[in-house]
């Protein structure tokens, strides 16, 4: 007979935990010290409003705006840059001189040969994410920027949201420890999708929306190999868009395992939750979708609970211009290079992969 005391079988938390100051960690968007670049929008659609509003709240220049409908390039020079030039063909602004930094903000199917222009024309270039709809392509694109003498980054601004930049600089600290798992569940609504561009993309939940948590997933469980991707997609009740609303995925690491949930048919109390669990703490946080501010830390010292300052909207494109910028200033790669991005994009088309065949996935490398 096992002699254990009974108590040690109780699932309780311990009631003598105590609260601690929170470590201070670089969460908030970088940005240079001195390198002050003229920079180039092509591709002025929904999205690139946030971008030129964190630009210009962040004090950079934007000297050139282009849209093949140029209409709406006009549009976001009056909304942003008045000064800004305006093109409806991209090459006219990838000809400028002027212009060293060019934010590619277009959609997959036309966003290759745009990058490979700008680098060709020997630009540093922040491209919109997913960097390509394979692994060979941006392959390429990254050699070719090495080639190019140019740096290549991948919009991933949810690096830079403050509860994700939070929860990746504690793990990158180590105050977590050794990483063991990470869960994710996410729930809102997605239907502003219907007639836009964006429902015809077939894996819009895992491979456009859900790229943002496979990136921090990949950063979580940095140096640990992906052994497979098990992911499954299904519509939910009542929809009437055309890509599947629901999925969810699995990645085994080595030594750990992420999921992944995502309901993007949820109209009533939006929320995302992600815990991350290592051999040294626990990191949780909650709240709204994209605008969580809570973050809860246990570690043996104790708990804590961050003040963060900033939303991901527009923080987040603030970080990732930033940094790009900073790897410019300081002659070093991007965090957020296109290399980088590889594991990022690996881990997302293994889950589209498994989500289209039903069998489990290996990354590619």
């Known amino acids: 007979m096992n002699s254990q005391p009974e108590s040690n079988y109780a699932l309780a938390a311990a009631s003598d935990v105590v609260e601690i100051p929170a470590p201070e960690l ?16 092509i591709g002025c659609g929904g999205i690139s409003a946030s971008h030129l509003d964190a630009y210009r709240n962040a004090g950079w220049d934007v000297a050139a705006l282009c849209n093949r409908t140029r209409a709406k390039a006009g549009q976001r020079r009056r909304e942003f840059f008045p000064a800004a030039e305006v093109y409806s063909d991209y090459r006219e602004l ?19 040969a745009v990058i490979a222009d700008a680098l060709r024309a020997r630009k540093h270039v922040l491209s919109q994410k997913p960097l390509a709809d394979d692994l060979g392509t941006a392959r390429e694109l990254a050699t070719l920027a090495r080639a190019q003498g140019v740096k290549l ?3 991933q601004n949810g690096r830079w949201a403050p509860y994700l930049s939070y929860a990746r600089h504690a793990v990158a600290a180590g105050l977590l420890g050794e990483i063991q798992t990470v869960q994710i569940r996410i729930n809102w609504d997605h239907t502003w999708c ?3 561009p964006f429902e015809e993309v ?10 943002h948590w496979f990136d921090f997933v990949a950063q979580a469980f940095s140096g640990c190999a992906a052994r497979r991707v098990l992911a499954s997609v299904a519509q939910a009740a009542g929809q009437a868009m055309k890509p599947p609303m629901l999925a969810q995925a699995t990645v085994e690491f080595e030594a750990g395992q992420a999921s992944l949930v995502f309901d993007g048919h949820s109209r009533f109390g939006p929320e995302e939750t992600i815990l991350v669990t290592g051999t040294h703490g626990t990191l949780r946080t909650r709240g709204k979708v994209v605008e969580n501010d809570w973050v809860e830390l246990h570690t043996v010292n104790g708990v804590c609970y961050p003040k963060l300052s900033g939303r991901w909207f527009n923080d987040g494109f603030r970080g990732a211009m930033g940094e790009l910028l900073c790897a410019i200033e300081e002659d070093r790669e991007p965090a957020h290079s296109a290399t980088n991005n590889l594991r990022t994009l690996a881990l997302v088309l293994a889950a589209c992969r498994s989500a289209d065949t039903g069998q489990p996935q290996i990354p590619e490398v």
């Open 202 to 211: 077939r894996h819009l939940i895992l491979f456009d929306f859900g790229i």
């Open 26 to 41: 670089p969460y908030q968007p970088p940005a240079p010290q001195h390198y002050r670049p003229r920079i180039g929008l």
């Open 94 to 112: 990838l000809g400028r001189p002027d212009i060293d930094v060019v934010d590619i903000a277009l959609h997959p199917a036309e966003r290759g």
């Open 153 to 155: 980054a991948v919009n």
């Open 194 to 196: 219907v007639g836009t």
